[in-house]
């Protein structure tokens, strides 16, 4: 599979190449790169010997490794030329060792040519081209590893995107949100990809164990105890107390999904995190890292007042989104019975886009401090959901994807959607799912019989909202009722119902207290009009 592309950004030459090299930070599957070796050439030029690792998107598939040669130059006119492929014994090249568990892919030649332009900036010219060993994996995964616009969204526009990113970021350099500027914001998404991405691959390496199963081989187990990975984790906070809680156990699964598109899916997942989610389990996750002991969930957890998602950032081309959610009035201990408090998740959302060919929808999230620190300590947990049927209708064997129509400043993504017109949707799909739970270590089987009914339970919901999304049971299927509005229009109801409340010491008549949801279908039912004003002071 290959896919090339040209872009012009606003960056000079010898910038665009140091981001190009710097794979880890733009290519989210890839776990590392190592540099081994370097030698340079007569005409100025660099040669390199590279180990790199990429992660496995799924739990059906291992993952990735490649043994490669990089060769960079500059040529008279100033343009930078990186071009990169698979060291074999084709090449006279040493007999590279496997590595436990990665199945060795192959580079074909590959990499980017950076032009200088007139004024500043350059034109930059991406050719990818890679073998994934699609045999290595089970039939039904095989299109994802074959595919050219699989590959196209996840590295090459990948790559176009970062750069894209990054000039808009130094022409506005003062842009901030909540106080951070965006390098610090695009580090909390990293990680929170990162940190999902480990538990999901779950290295042996890395301290991962796995645990025997319950009779049942649908969710997997792991537990690290690895004083690495804790310390990884930074389970402190700033009061200078560490957290209890000395292991993390994850517990993962995958599932095959008809007949809803992953785009739908997510946004609904999002926007409904009541259909799927175990209030309990939030407020266990949440207490877990914090300072003093916890215990598992049971019935003292309750008071859950809603959710509102706060906007945090996002990228150029609104592909992610990095977002605050509160969980107002949960219980995190007994003592929290008489006053609830708010709870925070750190939360990833992307591929939202339904016209995107060949891009997995992800929803990434962490509980968080209030404090909301740089160097908070993340627990990922989340799902992606994996198109099939679209990665099947785009590969071809003998097709490369051209996006080189890509040089104004438009949308990188709709380039794909407009060469690979879909056929009505996607109608099978993976979805992939992990939950992480730190855990002090006596209670290691409790805990991991809660996250494997968890998982289940999940799985579950999943499935019911699927079919109510599906195009032919779309309305009410199963006890789901599809809620009227999005959050943002939940939470204004109910932020009204509270005012009312407030200042005039009665409720909204006519409206009912059963829920955001309920509230929202009464106000916008109510039989009289209702009028919203709000004053802001200003001084002259």
């Not at 090299?21 to 030698?39: F, G, H, I, Q, T």
């Not at 008071?303 to 107002?328: R, Y």
């Not at 270590?441 to 009914?453: F, G, L, P, Y």
Request: with cysteine; glycine share 6%.
């Amino acid at each position: 599979m290959a896919a090339r592309a040209c872009g012009l950004v606003g960056l000079d030459p010898t910038r665009v190449a140091e981001i190009l090299k710097d794979r880890p930070s733009w290519y989210r599957d890839c776990r590392a790169v190592e540099v081994l070796n370097m030698l340079p050439t007569a005409n100025g030029g660099t040669i390199e010997l590279l180990y790199m690792q990429l992660y496995a998107p799924t739990t059906l598939a291992p993952p990735r490794d490649f043994w490669l040669l990089r060769y960079t130059t500059v040529t008279d006119d100033g343009s930078f030329v990186v071009c990169e492929r698979s060291l074999g014994n084709t090449l006279n090249g040493p007999s590279m060792p496997q590595v436990q568990n990665f199945v060795r892919a192959e580079m074909l030649p590959s990499g980017y040519l950076i032009r200088p332009c007139e004024g500043g900036g350059s034109i930059v010219h991406i050719v990818d081209h890679m073998n994934l060993e699609a045999w290595s994996v089970p039939e039904v995964l095989r299109p994802l590893y074959e595919s050219s616009a699989v590959l196209a969204q996840k590295t090459t526009m990948a790559a176009l995107r970062q750069l894209r990113q990054l000039t808009l970021e130094v022409s506005q350099p003062n842009v901030t949100n909540w106080g951070r500027r965006p390098a610090a914001l695009r580090a909390l998404s990293k990680r929170l990809n990162r940190g999902f991405n480990e538990a999901l691959n779950g290295f042996s390496s890395e301290g991962w164990s796995m645990l025997d199963n319950d009779g049942m081989d649908d969710v997997t187990i792991l537990v690290n105890s690895s004083p690495d990975k804790l310390m990884g984790l930074n389970l402190s906070f700033s009061d200078g107390f560490t957290s209890l809680s000395n292991a993390i156990l994850c517990a993962k699964a995958s599932m095959l999904l008809q007949s809803v598109t992953p785009a739908i899916l997510l946004r609904f997942l999002r926007e409904h995190r009541s259909e799927w989610v175990d209030n309990n389990i939030d407020a266990y996750s949440a207490a877990a890292v914090k300072v003093g002991p916890c215990s598992l969930p049971g019935v003292r957890v309750s008071n859950f007042g809603g959710q509102v998602i706060l906007p945090l950032a996002h990228t150029v081309e609104h592909e992610e989104l990095l977002e605050v959610i509160k969980l107002e009035g949960v219980c995190h201990s007994p003592e929290d019975v008489i006053m609830p408090r708010d709870m925070f998740l750190l939360q990833l959302c992307s591929g939202m886009d339904e016209n995107a060919v060949g891009t997995c929808a992800e929803l990434i999230f962490a509980p968080i401090d209030a404090s909301f620190a740089d160097d908070a300590p993340l627990l990922p947990s989340g799902f992606r959901i994996i198109p099939l049927d679209s990665a099947k209708e785009a590969s071809s064997p003998n097709r490369t994807l051209d996006l080189t129509s890509a040089l104004e400043t438009g949308p990188v993504g709709s380039k794909v959607a407009n060469d690979l017109k879909s056929t009505g949707g996607t109608s099978k799909s993976i979805m992939t799912i992990a939950f992480q739970f730190a855990f002090e270590s006596h209670m290691q089987e409790n805990v991991a019989s809660m996250a494997r009914k968890y998982v289940r339970s999940f799985i579950s919901s999943v499935q019911r909202v699927a079919l109510a999304l599906s195009p032919s049971n779309f309305g009410s299927v199963g006890g789901l009722r599809l809620p009227l509005g999005t959050p943002e229009a939940h939470t204004l109801a109910r932020w009204i119902c509270q005012s009312y409340r407030r200042f005039l010491g009665v409720e909204l008549p006519k409206l009912s207290s059963e829920g955001s949801e309920s509230i929202l279908d009464s106000l916008w039912h109510h039989s009289d009009a209702i009028i919203c004003c709000s004053a802001k002071v200003c001084f002259l």
